[in-house]
């Protein structure tokens, strides 16, 4: 099972959790998100009417750390069990995935876990990010999101006119150029026979 799909179920476990439950149990369900190995989503939470309604605000600061935030903000938090100093760890990394100083870590916490997939390229230093399991949005990223996808589906959409506009352009140069060449085909022997015409035209009034 790929990570997306257990995101969703992880996603739908605990949504259906909060949606059941308030004070001391909810706030025991954003620990167990925060610190399952697995579960990387949490937003959804924060959505959920009860979570805003019933939870303690430093519940609430720790569940937006950990939908948005990265380990630069922690120390401004009630001290975290080890699970979930690693996921903010890994969190991070989704965030920065940029970075060559985090090599193991980013195998074995990260790229094993399949958050993230790449090359670790020694010689450059670097490590090349193919995949990154996305993080949540931050309220008004989604009409900023599907903006600049309109944009980049607008621009698609005019380069396909345009490459179609030159494949049909091609055709008919290449149609034309054709039949020239089976025109030209046809007329030699034409003006062949009419040479042969002229000759023995020439050779019957000469006897």
């Given at each position: 099972?790929?990570?997306?799909?257990?995101?969703?179920?992880?996603?739908?476990?605990?949504?259906?959790?909060?949606?059941?439950?308030?004070?001391?149990?909810?706030?025991?369900?954003?620990?167990?998100?925060?610190?399952?190995?697995?579960?990387?989503?949490?937003?959804?939470?924060?959505?959920?009417?009860?979570?805003?309604?019933?939870?303690?605000?430093?519940?609430?600061?720790?569940?937006?750390?950990?939908?948005?935030?990265?380990?630069?903000?922690?120390?401004?938090?009630?001290?975290?069990?080890?699970?979930?100093?690693?996921?903010?760890?890994?969190?991070?990394?989704?965030?920065?995935a940029?970075?060559?100083?985090?090599?193991?870590?980013?195998?074995?916490?990260?790229?094993?876990?399949?958050?993230?997939?790449?090359?670790?390229?020694?010689?450059?230093k670097?490590?090349?990010?193919?995949?990154?399991?996305g993080?949540?949005?931050?309220?008004?990223?989604?009409?900023?999101?599907?903006?600049?996808?309109?944009?980049?589906?607008?621009?698609?959409?005019?380069?396909?006119?345009?490459?179609?506009?030159?494949?049909?352009?091609?055709?008919?140069?290449?149609?034309?150029?054709?039949?020239?060449?089976?025109?030209?085909?046809?007329e030699?022997?034409?003006?062949?026979?009419?040479?042969?015409?002229?000759?023995?035209?020439l050779?019957?009034?000469?006897?």
């Amino acid at each position: 099972m790929d990570i997306e799909q257990k995101q969703v179920e992880h996603i739908d476990y605990f949504v259906k959790q909060a949606l059941n439950l308030s004070g001391s149990a909810l706030q025991n369900v954003v620990v167990e998100a925060t610190s399952h190995p697995s579960h990387f989503a949490l937003s959804e939470i924060l959505s959920v009417p009860s979570t805003l309604e019933f939870m303690c605000s430093a519940f609430l600061d720790l569940l937006r750390m950990f939908a948005h935030g990265t380990w630069s903000v922690a120390s401004r938090l009630p001290q975290l069990v080890p699970e979930q100093i690693l996921k903010l760890n890994q969190l991070t990394v989704l965030t920065l995935a940029d970075t060559n100083k985090l090599e193991d870590f980013l195998i074995n916490d990260c790229m094993y876990v399949g958050i993230v997939r790449g090359k670790l390229d020694q010689l450059r230093k670097c490590f090349e990010v193919q995949f990154a399991a996305g993080r949540d949005l931050r309220p008004g990223q989604l009409g900023r999101m599907i903006q600049t996808l309109a944009s980049w589906l607008s621009t698609s959409d005019n380069l396909l006119v345009s490459i179609q506009g030159k494949i049909k352009w091609a055709d008919n140069m290449s149609r034309q150029e054709a039949q020239k060449e089976v025109d030209e085909r046809v007329e030699e022997p034409n003006h062949v026979t009419l040479h042969h015409r002229q000759i023995v035209l020439l050779n019957l009034w000469l006897i």
